[in-house]
């Protein structure tokens, strides 16, 4: 897929964003509890405010706790490897034009040991040159489940060659997170945090 990456940019963070943070204080004690138990899986220091992200959302505390509880899950739970899970991110957060999901991730993808080499081939998607069948497979799910809503036979015969039955379903249920996610920040037009390139990160 070939993308305006400079007209994407400007379209989601060139404006200001849709709806005001609320403050620390407005938290409740359940929003707070899931936003601890997300710092202490990425090693947030807890000095630092509330994340925007979390505040903005926290406007409605059930749909709030629901969706970080999901990706609690995702982080601390899941079998798929965590190399896997990031390509599955990162390519998703690409096609839906997400500079801030792509972004954040692929400063964590690079943490675990993805390429800038990787990361460029990711945007080109599946049909690059270059990768292993296991990992070309793993972008070709996120491709389909991004244009069709659903895994076509030949992908899935690969893909159950080298996952087990739990990982298929994660593989899935994390796609569609980060679609949401990416619904969510795109339309509220998030801000890119300092280190976060956006689309233009390698």
């Excluded at 609320?22 to 405010?49: K, N």
């Excluded at 739970?77 to 801030?100: D, K, M, N, V």
């Excluded at 991730?105 to 460029?120: L, N, Q």
């Excluded at 994390?174 to 998030?190: D, E, K, M, V, W």
Aim: hydrophobic share 45%; aromatic share 8%.
């Amino acid at each position: 897929m070939t993308r305006d990456v400079a007209a994407r940019m400007d379209e989601v963070c060139g404006n200001a964003p849709r709806l005001e943070p609320l403050s620390d204080e407005a938290l409740g004690e359940r929003e707070m509890d899931v936003i601890l138990r997300m710092r202490e899986l990425t090693a947030y220091p807890v000095e630092q405010p509330v994340h925007p992200f979390f505040t903005t959302l926290a406007h409605q505390p059930a749909f709030f706790e629901a969706y970080m509880q999901l990706g609690i899950s995702a982080m601390a739970s899941a079998e798929l490897p965590q190399r896997t899970r990031e390509l599955i991110i990162l390519r998703t957060g690409w096609l839906c034009g997400a500079p801030y999901q792509f972004g954040e991730h692929v400063v964590t993808a690079r943490k675990i040991g993805v390429t800038a080499d990787e990361i460029e081939r990711i945007k080109q998607g599946s049909s690059a040159e270059g990768w292993a069948e296991g990992d070309r497979a793993i972008l070709r799910a996120a491709e389909e489940l991004h244009a069709d809503a659903m895994i076509s036979d030949a992908t899935w015969a690969g893909l159950a060659e080298r996952l087990s039955p739990r990982e298929l379903i994660e593989l899935m249920m994390i796609a569609g997170h980060y679609h949401l996610t990416a619904f969510i920040q795109n339309s509220l037009r998030f801000r890119l945090n300092d280190y976060n390139l956006g689309l233009e990160s390698v």
